[in-house]
Each structure stands twice: as structure tokens, then as C-alpha cells.
Nanobody
């Protein structure tokens, strides 16, 4: 059972930056693909970013279209932590952000077996 705990959410003005962190309990953390998803108020959960560590080539990253060029996902396998650096924030980035873990890299929430409880990000004008 992988336990995930997100932190770093909060209130930010448009144009600002926030960094989310997700700490995992699993010792084999590096073998999991890690994803960030978000759920805006009244909307469905959507893919934000994902990262997987390949033994032969290092980390590969994937992004949703709405965050490409603004958000950066990274991981520190020594610290069992994945990060989401969010720059140039927009009001439409307002959502609960969830960290998730999967044995398979995917942009689909259905592929992820373990989820954190989420952290609220609110972006004001």
C-alpha cells in the first residue's frame, strides 16, 4: 500500500507561482510512475502531468495541453517525493490537485492505483 501526502497548495494571484510536493511512503518509489491530476470545481478530474523513471534513460515527463510550458513535474527518488512547479498561474488552474502512483505510465486516472487526499490551489485575478 502506497501512501501519498500532498503539500504546497494555497492562494496565489494570477501570474504567480506555486510548488506542490507529494511524499510517498513506498521504498520502491522509483519503480512507480507518478502523476498529478486536478479537479476544478464542478468538473471532472483531469490529467496535469506525469513522470516515470526508466533505468536506461532517466526520467520521462508528460503534460496536459493546458499546462504545457507553464508547469514542470520532477521527482527526487532519494527523497520519495514528486514535485509540480506551477508558473504563470491562471484563474482556470484553480482546482484540488491530486498526486497519484501507478506501475504503468499513463495520462488516464484509471491507471493509477494510489491517490493522495489532494491539496487546494486557488488562483485569483
Amino acid at each position: 500500500q502506497v501512501q501519498l501526502v500532498e503539500s504546497g497548495g494555497g492562494l496565489m494571484q494570477a501570474g504567480g507561482s506555486l510548488r506542490l510536493s507529494c511524499a510517498a511512503s513506498e521504498r520502491s518509489f522509483r519503480t512507480y510512475a507518478m502523476g498529478w491530476f486536478r479537479q476544478p470545481p464542478g468538473k471532472e478530474r483531469e490529467f496535469v502531468a506525469a513522470v516515470v523513471t526508466w533505468s536506461w534513460s532517466g526520467d520521462n515527463t508528460y503534460y496536459g495541453d493546458s499546462v504545457k510550458g507553464r508547469f514542470t513535474i520532477s521527482r527526487d527518488n532519494a527523497k520519495n517525493t514528486v514535485y509540480l512547479q506551477m508558473n504563470s498561474l491562471k484563474p482556470e488552474d484553480t482546482a484540488v490537485y491530486y498526486c497519484a502512483a501507478s506501475k504503468t505510465i499513463s495520462t488516464s486516472a484509471d491507471a493509477y492505483d494510489y491517490w493522495g487526499r489532494g491539496t487546494q490551489v486557488t488562483v485569483s485575478l
